[in-house]
């Protein structure tokens, strides 16, 4: 990940933090389940957790000493939801040289993952938020991800066309009257051209009058507790993936 994010041409995109590694840890499971019936490829046990894909080992201990197995470069800095945020890069590594292990599975979907969002936090939290396991699933669970696995396809059983001549010729003709039918409507059908409004003084004084009769009541304001039922998360409104 850290090698792919290297060759972007921003360098303020070139760092990925914990965050980061972990959705991207999480698509490749995703990418390999998909071909491989459900079975990831780390063997990760994810929650839901925080409205995202999550493991307390691999933040706390897995990924740190990763980076520092591999040498990487640690940045740390102020931030307002921790006390220090770190952010890792790496240097002189190909993507070529240490990604020819991986799968095909995996590889060239993440490596597109990676080029697209880098340590764009935003936009890759809501791709990983409306990704089949996270929305087959509700907050605190265990992520599966059979709901990846695509089908196989049924062998659909063809028939030979045993239509005779007789039949084909009666169709063709079938066809050839009703192209007639829609060319006679098509020539009988009148077109209407509306005449657009004339846009002088009548028609905007008339608009202002509209727009003086409308008027919005102020809303109060109110203080309480929303509640929403936790049958929510159960909902296909989350499978819409033009949400914000």
Same mark, same amino acid.
């Given at each position: 990940?850290?090698?792919?994010?290297s060759q972007?041409?921003d360098?303020?995109r070139?760092?990925?933090?914990?965050?980061h590694i972990?959705?991207?840890? /999480?698509?490749?499971d995703?990418?390999?389940? #998909?071909e491989?019936?459900? %079975? &990831? @490829?780390?063997?990760i046990?994810?929650?839901?957790?925080?409205?995202?894909?999550?493991?307390?080992?691999?933040?706390?201990?897995?990924?740190?000493?990763?980076?520092?197995?591999?040498?990487?470069?640690?940045?740390?800095f102020?931030?307002?939801?921790?006390?220090d945020?770190?952010?890792?890069?790496?240097?002189?590594?190909l993507?070529?040289?240490v990604?020819?292990?991986?799968?095909?599975k995996? /590889?060239?979907?993440?490596?597109?993952?990676? #080029?697209?969002?880098?340590s %764009? &936090? @935003?936009?890759?939290?809501?791709?990983?938020y409306?990704?089949?396991?996270?929305?087959?699933?509700?907050?605190?669970?265990?992520?599966?991800f059979?709901?990846?696995?695509?089908?196989?396809?049924?062998?659909?059983?063809t028939?030979?066309?045993k239509?005779?001549t007789r039949?084909k010729?009666?169709?063709?003709?079938r066809?050839?009257?009703?192209?007639?039918?829609?060319?006679q409507?098509?020539?009988?059908k009148?077109t209407i051209?509306?005449?657009?409004?004339?846009?002088?003084?009548?028609?905007?004084?008339g608009?202002?009058?509209?727009?003086?009769d409308f008027?919005?009541e102020?809303?109060e304001?109110?203080?309480?507790?929303l509640?929403?039922s936790?049958s929510?998360?159960?909902?296909?409104?989350?499978?819409?993936?033009?949400?914000?």
């Open positions: 990940m850290l090698a792919v994010a972007n041409e360098w303020k070139r760092e990925l933090g914990p965050i972990i959705k991207y840890l /999480y698509l490749a995703m990418y390999y389940a #998909k491989s019936g459900g %079975d &990831t @490829y780390t063997g046990d994810w929650e839901f957790y925080h409205f995202g894909p999550w493991n307390l080992a691999l933040y706390r201990d897995e990924i740190p000493n990763a980076v520092q197995n591999i040498g990487a470069i640690e940045r740390t102020p931030s307002q939801y921790t006390n945020a770190v952010r890792w890069s790496i240097k002189d590594i993507p070529d040289e990604t020819k292990e991986l799968p095909i995996i /590889y060239p979907l993440l490596n597109r993952d990676i #080029k697209r969002f880098s %764009d &936090t @935003y936009d890759l939290l809501h791709y990983v409306v990704t089949p396991p996270m929305t087959n699933a509700r907050p605190g669970e265990k992520l599966q059979r709901s990846v696995v695509v089908p196989k396809e049924e062998k659909v059983e028939f030979e066309n239509t005779t039949g010729k009666k169709r063709k003709e066809i050839i009257s009703i192209r007639e039918k829609i060319k409507r098509k020539a009988n009148k051209i509306p005449t657009p409004p004339r846009y002088d003084e009548v028609f905007l004084n608009v202002m009058e509209m727009n003086n008027s919005l102020e809303m304001d109110h203080k309480g507790i509640q929403i936790q929510a998360w159960s909902k296909d409104w989350r499978k819409d993936c033009d949400l914000p």
